[in-house]
């Protein structure tokens, strides 16, 4: 299949379950995806919406028929898709893959790319080159990157290119070797009004949505109030205007302890589990198959 196929909004994944009322869709049944006009109508409408974590067709099909208005096929993949420790590892060539099939595999959700670390931090010409392969190769509606003051040459560049740009302030896990661990950003007065100039620059520079990641919940409502673009808080509490989680916490699928902020939403490593070993103790005592599954 051709790249330009690839890109394209139809998908096999059919829909005839009853959808949530967003208005974010623009009703439901328009044939079109989320747009950042659709995003910035929510937030001037004071519409809260949820973001995901996608990392392949079938999940983020079950999350398009859903009604998950926005698709983040997030740099976690690292740690819950492909086996690394951190995020750190991930390149462009597996974050294009796993985006084509998310964009492959939904109808109506924006799917956000999420530009790898070292892909963008070098210079504009960088970034947009990194993200001209997400919009032609995988097909999404924008993109990711890590950073405030630091990448604004990158977000004026991508947005005069025509690439829609998601900012990402707070935790940066992309320099977790720096940082020395996930720790809570704009702690402090001083951390406090770096991060809401950054918040105002980001949104200077033209980016259509920031995400606040582990900050205190009363700063990342303020930086909510003070700029007009959608915040998307991650353990940022509940005064910013959408929420994300990665899919497998949500889920109950990620192995280990989840971090405070997450909300388990199902326990999926026990659904999971449990018909790994119905099926395995079937095969072992016979029966599995029987009649009704052979043929003659
Ligand atoms: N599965 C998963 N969920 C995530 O939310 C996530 C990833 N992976 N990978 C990339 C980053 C890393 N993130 C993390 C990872 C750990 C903490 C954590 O341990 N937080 C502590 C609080 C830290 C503090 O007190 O400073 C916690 O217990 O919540 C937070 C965010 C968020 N992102
Ligand atoms: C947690 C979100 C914001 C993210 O950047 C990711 O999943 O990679
Ligand atoms: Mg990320």
């Not at 999940?59 to 898709?81: C, K, Q, R, Y």
């Not at 991930?90 to 892909?119: C, E, Y």
């Amino acid at each position: 299949m051709s790249a330009e196929s690839s890109a394209t909004q139809e998908s096999a994944v059919s829909s005839s379950a009853a959808q949530p009322k967003l208005s974010l869709y623009g009703g439901t049944g328009t044939g079109r995806r989320v747009t950042v006009r659709d995003l910035a109508k929510a937030k001037r409408e004071g519409e809260k919406w949820a973001m995901l974590t996608a990392y392949d067709a079938l999940t983020a099909g079950v999350f398009d028929e859903a009604g998950i208005p926005v698709l983040l096929v997030g740099d976690s993949a690292g740690n819950n898709h492909l086996g690394y420790e951190n995020t750190v590892p991930v390149t462009v060539d597996q974050l294009v893959m796993l985006s084509a099939a998310v964009v492959r595999g939904t109808k109506r959700a924006m799917v956000i790319g999420d530009l790898p670390f070292g892909s963008y931090q070098s210079s504009p010409a960088q970034a947009l080159e990194t993200a001209a392969r997400f919009m032609k190769e995988a097909g999404v509606g924008a993109v990711k990157l890590e950073g405030g003051r630091r990448v604004l040459p990158q977000v004026e560049a991508l947005v005069q290119a025509g690439v829609p740009v998601m900012a990402h302030i707070g935790l940066t896990p992309q320099s977790v070797n720096v940082l020395g661990g996930y720790r809570i950003a704009g702690r402090g007065d001083e951390e406090a009004e770096k991060l809401i100039s950054d918040a105002k620059a980001l949104q200077h520079a033209g980016a259509f949505a920031i995400v606040l990641e582990l900050v205190p919940a009363e700063l990342a409502a303020r930086v909510s109030a003070e700029i007009d673009v959608p915040t998307v808080g991650i353990g940022a509490g509940a005064g910013t205007d959408a929420q994300v989680l990665v899919w497998t916490d949500m889920a109950g699928l990620t192995p280990g302890g989840v971090p405070k902020f997450v909300k388990q939403y199902a326990d999926m490593r026990t659904l999971l589990g449990d018909a790994a070993r119905a099926f395995a103790s079937d095969v072992v005592n016979g029966a599995y198959p029987d009649e009704s599954h052979s043929y003659h």
